[in-house]
Protein backbone atom coordinates (compact mmCIF):
# COMPACT_ATOMS: atom_id res chain seq x y z
CA UNK A 1 0.00 0.00 0.00
CA UNK A 2 3.13 2.32 0.54
CA UNK A 3 3.90 2.72 -3.30
CA UNK A 4 0.36 3.26 -4.11
CA UNK A 5 0.08 6.26 -1.46
CA UNK A 6 3.47 7.41 -2.80
CA UNK A 7 2.24 8.30 -6.23
CA UNK A 8 -0.73 10.76 -4.70
CA UNK A 9 2.00 12.93 -4.40
CA UNK A 10 1.75 13.44 -8.22
CA UNK A 11 -1.90 13.95 -8.56
CA UNK A 12 -1.39 17.70 -9.07
CA UNK A 13 -2.87 19.74 -12.05
CA UNK A 14 -0.38 18.97 -15.03
CA UNK A 15 -1.73 21.10 -18.15
CA UNK A 16 0.95 19.44 -20.51
CA UNK A 17 0.18 15.60 -19.44
CA UNK A 18 -1.05 14.37 -22.72
CA UNK A 19 -4.89 12.67 -22.92
CA UNK A 20 -4.47 9.12 -22.11
CA UNK A 21 -5.32 7.82 -25.70
CA UNK A 22 -2.51 10.06 -26.79
CA UNK A 23 -0.31 7.59 -25.82
CA UNK A 24 -0.41 4.40 -27.37
CA UNK A 25 1.73 3.00 -24.63
CA UNK A 26 -0.58 2.90 -22.09
CA UNK A 27 -3.24 1.22 -24.04
CA UNK A 28 -1.79 -2.06 -24.14
CA UNK A 29 -2.58 -2.78 -20.94
CA UNK A 30 -6.28 -2.16 -21.93
CA UNK A 31 -5.66 -5.44 -24.35
CA UNK A 32 -5.31 -8.02 -21.44
CA UNK A 33 -7.84 -6.22 -19.14
CA UNK A 34 -10.61 -6.79 -21.63
CA UNK A 35 -9.31 -10.27 -22.07
CA UNK A 36 -9.51 -10.52 -18.42
CA UNK A 37 -13.12 -9.10 -18.57
CA UNK A 38 -14.26 -11.52 -21.70
CA UNK A 39 -13.07 -14.36 -19.55
CA UNK A 40 -14.49 -13.18 -16.54
CA UNK A 41 -18.18 -13.00 -18.57
CA UNK A 42 -18.21 -15.77 -20.82
CA UNK A 43 -15.39 -18.07 -20.40
CA UNK A 44 -16.60 -20.51 -22.90
CA UNK A 45 -15.81 -18.15 -25.65
CA UNK A 46 -11.74 -19.38 -24.91
CA UNK A 47 -12.02 -23.16 -23.99
CA UNK A 48 -15.22 -25.68 -24.14
CA UNK A 49 -13.30 -27.75 -21.74
CA UNK A 50 -14.98 -28.25 -17.69
CA UNK A 51 -11.98 -26.39 -15.28
CA UNK A 52 -12.65 -30.02 -13.32
CA UNK A 53 -12.94 -32.52 -16.38
CA UNK A 54 -10.42 -35.43 -15.62
CA UNK A 55 -8.71 -36.84 -18.10
CA UNK A 56 -6.72 -40.13 -16.92
CA UNK A 57 -5.14 -40.38 -20.48
CA UNK A 58 -3.93 -37.52 -20.50
CA UNK A 59 -2.08 -36.90 -17.20
CA UNK A 60 0.83 -34.01 -16.94
CA UNK A 61 0.55 -33.78 -20.98
CA UNK A 62 2.94 -30.98 -22.12
CA UNK A 63 1.16 -27.76 -23.31
CA UNK A 64 0.16 -28.53 -27.62
CA UNK A 65 -2.84 -28.11 -29.83
CA UNK A 66 -5.41 -30.17 -27.58
CA UNK A 67 -4.44 -28.44 -24.62
CA UNK A 68 -2.41 -25.42 -24.85
CA UNK A 69 -1.38 -25.15 -21.28
CA UNK A 70 -0.89 -28.58 -20.80
CA UNK A 71 -2.99 -30.63 -17.91
CA UNK A 72 -2.04 -31.39 -14.28
CA UNK A 73 -1.43 -34.22 -12.21
CA UNK A 74 -4.90 -35.35 -12.82
CA UNK A 75 -5.08 -34.77 -16.07
CA UNK A 76 -7.59 -31.48 -16.26
CA UNK A 77 -6.86 -28.76 -18.78
CA UNK A 78 -4.89 -26.13 -17.12
CA UNK A 79 -5.63 -23.39 -19.55
CA UNK A 80 -9.77 -24.16 -18.77
CA UNK A 81 -8.89 -23.83 -15.09
CA UNK A 82 -6.77 -20.48 -15.61
CA UNK A 83 -9.78 -18.82 -17.83
CA UNK A 84 -12.27 -20.43 -15.53
CA UNK A 85 -10.30 -19.42 -12.52
CA UNK A 86 -10.58 -15.08 -13.72
CA UNK A 87 -14.15 -15.18 -12.64
CA UNK A 88 -13.45 -15.89 -9.08
CA UNK A 89 -9.75 -14.44 -8.54
CA UNK A 90 -11.11 -11.11 -9.92
CA UNK A 91 -14.08 -11.44 -7.90
CA UNK A 92 -12.18 -11.57 -4.75
CA UNK A 93 -9.82 -8.90 -5.81
CA UNK A 94 -13.04 -6.35 -6.94
CA UNK A 95 -14.37 -7.14 -3.80
CA UNK A 96 -11.69 -6.76 -1.33
CA UNK A 97 -10.81 -3.17 -3.07
CA UNK A 98 -14.81 -2.35 -2.43
CA UNK A 99 -14.22 -3.44 1.08
CA UNK A 100 -10.90 -1.55 1.38
CA UNK A 101 -12.14 1.81 0.36
CA UNK A 102 -15.21 1.60 2.63
CA UNK A 103 -13.81 0.97 5.08
CA UNK A 104 -11.14 3.25 4.16
CA UNK A 105 -13.51 6.56 3.66
CA UNK A 106 -15.43 5.32 6.84
CA UNK A 107 -12.26 5.40 8.63
CA UNK A 108 -10.48 8.34 7.26
CA UNK A 109 -13.57 10.49 7.23
CA UNK A 110 -13.61 9.94 11.29
CA UNK A 111 -9.93 10.49 11.62
CA UNK A 112 -10.13 13.86 10.11
CA UNK A 113 -13.62 15.11 11.00
CA UNK A 114 -14.15 13.59 14.60
CA UNK A 115 -13.96 15.00 17.80
CA UNK A 116 -10.38 15.58 18.89
CA UNK A 117 -9.89 12.69 21.61
CA UNK A 118 -11.51 10.40 18.73
CA UNK A 119 -9.36 11.74 16.34
CA UNK A 120 -6.91 10.53 18.05
CA UNK A 121 -7.25 7.59 18.91
CA UNK A 122 -8.58 6.61 15.22
CA UNK A 123 -4.60 7.96 14.13
CA UNK A 124 -3.59 6.00 16.48
CA UNK A 125 -5.32 2.79 15.63
CA UNK A 126 -4.58 3.60 11.62
CA UNK A 127 -0.56 3.98 12.61
CA UNK A 128 -0.41 0.58 14.32
CA UNK A 129 -1.98 -1.62 11.50
CA UNK A 130 -0.07 0.49 8.60
CA UNK A 131 3.24 -0.52 10.89
CA UNK A 132 2.04 -4.46 9.96
CA UNK A 133 2.45 -6.32 6.37
CA UNK A 134 -0.92 -6.78 4.65
CA UNK A 135 -0.40 -10.19 4.58
CA UNK A 136 0.13 -10.88 8.24
CA UNK A 137 -2.89 -9.05 9.10
CA UNK A 138 -4.78 -11.04 5.86
CA UNK A 139 -3.73 -13.93 7.35
CA UNK A 140 -5.22 -13.26 11.18
CA UNK A 141 -7.92 -12.73 9.59
CA UNK A 142 -8.02 -15.94 8.02
CA UNK A 143 -6.83 -17.92 10.72
CA UNK A 144 -10.32 -16.49 12.54
CA UNK A 145 -12.75 -16.04 10.16
CA UNK A 146 -11.43 -20.12 7.65
CA UNK A 147 -10.63 -20.57 4.58
CA UNK A 148 -12.97 -19.88 1.28
CA UNK A 149 -13.47 -17.07 -0.96
CA UNK A 150 -16.04 -15.31 1.17
CA UNK A 151 -13.28 -15.08 3.70
CA UNK A 152 -10.50 -14.44 1.49
CA UNK A 153 -12.21 -11.46 0.04
CA UNK A 154 -12.70 -9.81 3.87
CA UNK A 155 -9.17 -11.10 5.17
CA UNK A 156 -7.71 -8.90 1.94
CA UNK A 157 -9.98 -5.84 2.05
CA UNK A 158 -9.72 -5.60 5.83
CA UNK A 159 -5.73 -5.79 5.63
CA UNK A 160 -5.68 -2.57 3.29
CA UNK A 161 -8.20 -0.29 5.50
CA UNK A 162 -5.63 1.03 7.00
CA UNK A 163 -3.54 2.74 4.22
CA UNK A 164 -7.12 4.08 2.49
CA UNK A 165 -8.18 5.79 6.03
CA UNK A 166 -4.78 7.29 5.85
CA UNK A 167 -5.51 8.69 2.50
CA UNK A 168 -9.04 9.45 2.75
CA UNK A 169 -7.66 11.71 5.75
CA UNK A 170 -5.11 13.65 4.36
CA UNK A 171 -7.10 14.64 1.52
CA UNK A 172 -9.78 15.58 3.87
CA UNK A 173 -7.32 17.53 5.84
CA UNK A 174 -6.34 19.24 2.65
CA UNK A 175 -9.38 19.53 1.34
CA UNK A 176 -11.11 21.38 4.45
CA UNK A 177 -7.99 24.03 4.32
CA UNK A 178 -9.11 24.88 0.87
CA UNK A 179 -10.88 28.43 -0.64
CA UNK A 180 -14.37 26.54 -1.94
CA UNK A 181 -14.83 24.94 2.09
CA UNK A 182 -13.84 28.19 3.80
CA UNK A 183 -16.51 30.44 1.35
CA UNK A 184 -19.49 27.77 2.00
CA UNK A 185 -18.37 27.98 5.49
CA UNK A 186 -18.43 31.88 5.07
CA UNK A 187 -21.87 31.75 3.30
CA UNK A 188 -23.13 29.63 6.30
CA UNK A 189 -23.88 26.20 4.71
CA UNK A 190 -24.81 23.53 7.46
CA UNK A 191 -21.45 21.41 8.22
CA UNK A 192 -23.39 18.21 6.97
CA UNK A 193 -23.89 19.74 3.34
CA UNK A 194 -20.49 20.80 3.52
CA UNK A 195 -19.46 17.30 4.28
CA UNK A 196 -21.90 15.47 1.09
CA UNK A 197 -21.31 18.41 -1.03
CA UNK A 198 -17.89 19.60 -0.93
CA UNK A 199 -15.24 17.43 1.18
CA UNK A 200 -16.72 13.54 0.62
CA UNK A 201 -16.22 14.08 -3.58
CA UNK A 202 -12.55 16.08 -3.65
CA UNK A 203 -11.06 13.95 -0.70
CA UNK A 204 -12.08 10.93 -2.70
CA UNK A 205 -11.38 11.29 -6.23
CA UNK A 206 -7.22 10.32 -5.95
CA UNK A 207 -9.37 6.92 -4.67
CA UNK A 208 -10.02 6.26 -8.42
CA UNK A 209 -6.67 5.41 -8.78
CA UNK A 210 -5.24 4.39 -5.93
CA UNK A 211 -8.26 1.40 -6.16
CA UNK A 212 -7.34 0.84 -9.81
CA UNK A 213 -3.53 -0.14 -8.66
CA UNK A 214 -5.13 -2.11 -5.88
CA UNK A 215 -7.07 -4.10 -7.60
CA UNK A 216 -4.09 -5.86 -8.63
CA UNK A 217 -2.76 -5.55 -5.22
CA UNK A 218 -5.46 -7.40 -4.06
CA UNK A 219 -5.63 -9.92 -6.63
CA UNK A 220 -1.97 -10.76 -6.22
CA UNK A 221 -2.32 -10.67 -1.95
CA UNK A 222 -5.62 -13.22 -2.65
CA UNK A 223 -3.21 -15.73 -4.32
CA UNK A 224 -0.72 -15.82 -2.29
CA UNK A 225 -3.42 -16.66 0.72
CA UNK A 226 -4.41 -19.81 -1.66
CA UNK A 227 -0.76 -20.86 -2.68
CA UNK A 228 0.27 -21.40 1.02
CA UNK A 229 -3.16 -23.15 1.46
CA UNK A 230 -4.87 -20.60 3.30
CA UNK A 231 -7.73 -19.12 1.26
CA UNK A 232 -9.38 -20.78 -1.57
CA UNK A 233 -10.10 -24.48 -0.82
CA UNK A 234 -9.02 -26.89 -3.62
CA UNK A 235 -10.52 -28.39 -6.30
CA UNK A 236 -11.59 -25.17 -6.66
CA UNK A 237 -10.05 -23.08 -9.67
CA UNK A 238 -8.51 -19.97 -8.69
CA UNK A 239 -5.17 -18.64 -9.68
CA UNK A 240 -3.29 -18.90 -6.43
CA UNK A 241 -4.47 -22.44 -5.90
CA UNK A 242 -3.58 -23.52 -9.68
CA UNK A 243 -0.13 -22.44 -8.88
CA UNK A 244 -0.27 -24.43 -5.15
CA UNK A 245 -1.43 -27.66 -7.72
CA UNK A 246 1.91 -27.43 -9.44
CA UNK A 247 4.31 -26.95 -6.68
CA UNK A 248 5.49 -30.29 -6.28
CA UNK A 249 5.98 -30.95 -10.19
CA UNK A 250 8.13 -28.12 -10.93
CA UNK A 251 10.94 -30.71 -12.15
CA UNK A 252 8.67 -32.63 -14.17
CA UNK A 253 5.94 -30.80 -15.31
CA UNK A 254 6.72 -26.56 -14.69
CA UNK A 255 3.46 -26.07 -16.95
CA UNK A 256 1.40 -26.14 -14.36
CA UNK A 257 2.44 -23.79 -12.28
CA UNK A 258 4.74 -21.62 -14.35
CA UNK A 259 1.63 -20.66 -17.07
CA UNK A 260 -0.94 -19.87 -14.36
CA UNK A 261 1.82 -17.40 -12.46
CA UNK A 262 2.48 -16.06 -16.21
CA UNK A 263 -1.46 -15.10 -16.25
CA UNK A 264 -1.60 -13.67 -13.23
CA UNK A 265 1.51 -11.90 -13.43
CA UNK A 266 0.69 -10.18 -16.60
CA UNK A 267 -2.87 -9.44 -14.75
CA UNK A 268 -1.74 -7.68 -12.12
CA UNK A 269 1.32 -5.73 -14.43
CA UNK A 270 -1.74 -4.82 -17.18
CA UNK A 271 -4.19 -3.54 -14.55
CA UNK A 272 -1.10 -1.75 -12.64
CA UNK A 273 -0.13 0.07 -15.14
CA UNK A 274 -3.85 0.92 -16.09
CA UNK A 275 -4.24 2.69 -12.97
CA UNK A 276 -0.96 4.84 -13.67
CA UNK A 277 -2.21 5.58 -17.16
CA UNK A 278 -5.62 6.55 -15.41
CA UNK A 279 -3.38 8.65 -13.23
CA UNK A 280 -2.12 10.91 -16.14
CA UNK A 281 -5.54 11.43 -17.69
CA UNK A 282 -6.56 12.82 -14.25
CA UNK A 283 -3.82 14.77 -14.03
CA UNK A 284 -4.19 16.03 -18.00
CA UNK A 285 -7.83 16.71 -17.05
CA UNK A 286 -7.85 18.96 -13.82
CA UNK A 287 -4.91 20.78 -15.84
CA UNK A 288 -7.17 21.48 -18.66
Known amino acids: MTDMLAIIGRLRPDPGAPALWHRPGLLVPLVPVLLLAVATAAPGLFTGLAPDAIDTDAILAHPGPAHWFGTDQLGRDVFARVVHGTSLSLTIGLGATLVACAGGVLLGLAAALAPPVVRAILVRLIDVFLAFPEILLALLVIVALGRGPANTLLAVGLSSIAGYARLVRSQVLRVVRSGYVEHAVALGEPRRTIILRHVIPNA?????VVATIGLGHAVLTASALSFIGLGVVP?????GALLADGRNYLDTAPWISVLP???VAVSV????ILGR???DLLAGSDGA
Open 235 to 239: PVAEW
Open 277 to 279: GLQ
Open 204 to 208: TRPLV
Open 261 to 263: ATV
Open 269 to 272: IAIT
